[in-house]
């Protein structure tokens, strides 16, 4: 059984400012290179998120039609009569953040640095598909629930990017539910609490946290594979996944022991691979 702990830890570290990465020497970084590339140019990519928010258009037809329907495991009694909403993630889900990719491969230099000045920058551009989709569901009175990792001190540039993107946004709710406190990244609390008011129809995002706790959800990766099968009835329905192939937990959760340099990190991933 392999141990949790290395990988909560390695998260930590690498979420709050340790990085391997030099400007010296960015091979590190350029290991990035080609996923990032795809994000950026393919029409593979593209293509993809149209028609995941396609069919997430047409999912929600139908969980209009049935309030029985709802795609939060957190909501919990009797919510037939309440207001339908959908919960969406803001970063690599509904802002592309591919610039800042590229720029943290140029620069040699990663996550965190620069991450603050590219945020307060609010010029991510929208992925794909995903402008006409919150349109589609704005236009059905459906409340849209932005919850993201971004911190609360990134509150005002956040929405600034949303809104020159002309996505709809309601002021006059909270819809924007952010990371309050800097070590809890777990989502299940905030949609917990929509589910109180609103029936929660769809969940999209490009992490398995978008959907589920981060306890089922920091494990190694072979039994975390196994999380895609288990929710296998979810998928495409009532939970639509973007593709992320630029950064996430599926990579944290490929080092069973937190590397201690480039060099480690790098033979792991060789390690992993399955020839
Ligand atoms: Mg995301």
């Known amino acids: 059984m392999k141990s949790l702990k290395p990988?909560?830890?390695?998260?930590?570290?690498?979420?709050?400012?340790?990085s391997?990465?030099?400007?010296?020497?960015?091979?590190?970084?350029e290991q990035s290179m080609l996923s990032v590339l795809y994000v950026q140019t393919s029409t593979e990519f593209a293509a993809n998120n149209i028609q995941t928010f396609n069919n997430a258009s047409k999912a929600l037809d139908i969980a209009l039609q049935d309030n029985t329907w709802t795609a939060a495991l957190e909501q919990k009694g009797n919510f037939a009569g309440k207001i339908p909403a959908i919960i969406i993630d803001v970063d690599e889900t509904v802002l592309d953040n591919s610039s800042f990719q590229s720029r943290t491969i140029l620069s040699g230099l990663s996550y965190p640095n620069g991450?603050?000045?590219?945020?307060?920058?609010s010029k991510a551009t929208a992925v794909e598909g995903v402008y006409e989709f919150l349109h589609y569901a704005n236009d059905n009175n459906v409340k849209i629930f932005y919850v993201t990792n971004r911190l609360e001190s990134f509150r005002e540039p956040t929405i600034k990017n949303l809104k020159n993107l002309g996505l709809p946004f309601d002021d006059n709710v909270n819809t924007l539910l952010m990371r309050v406190d800097e070590n809890v990244r777990?989502?299940?609390e905030r949609r917990k609490n929509i589910a109180e008011n609103y029936r929660i129809v769809l969940l999209l995002g490009d992490q398995l946290t978008d959907f589920i706790s981060t306890k089922e959800a920091y494990v190694f990766h072979s039994d975390r594979k196994k999380l895609a099968k288990k929710y296998?009835?979810?998928?495409?329905?009532?939970?639509?996944?973007?593709?992320?192939p630029t950064y996430g937990r599926w990579e944290l959760s490929i080092y069973?022991?937190?590397?201690?340099?480039?060099?480690e990190a790098i033979q792991k991933r060789k390690e992993t691979l399955n020839p």
């Open 7 to 18: 990988i909560l830890f390695l998260l930590i570290t690498v979420t709050n400012g340790h």
């Open 20 to 29: 391997f990465a030099s400007e010296k020497d960015k091979s590190f970084q």
């Open 115 to 121: 991450w603050s000045k590219w945020v307060n920058e």
């Open 186 to 188: 777990d989502k299940t």
């Open 232 to 244: 296998s009835d979810m998928w495409g329905s009532k939970w639509f996944m973007i593709t992320n």
């Open 256 to 263: 069973d022991e937190m590397p201690e340099s480039e060099d």
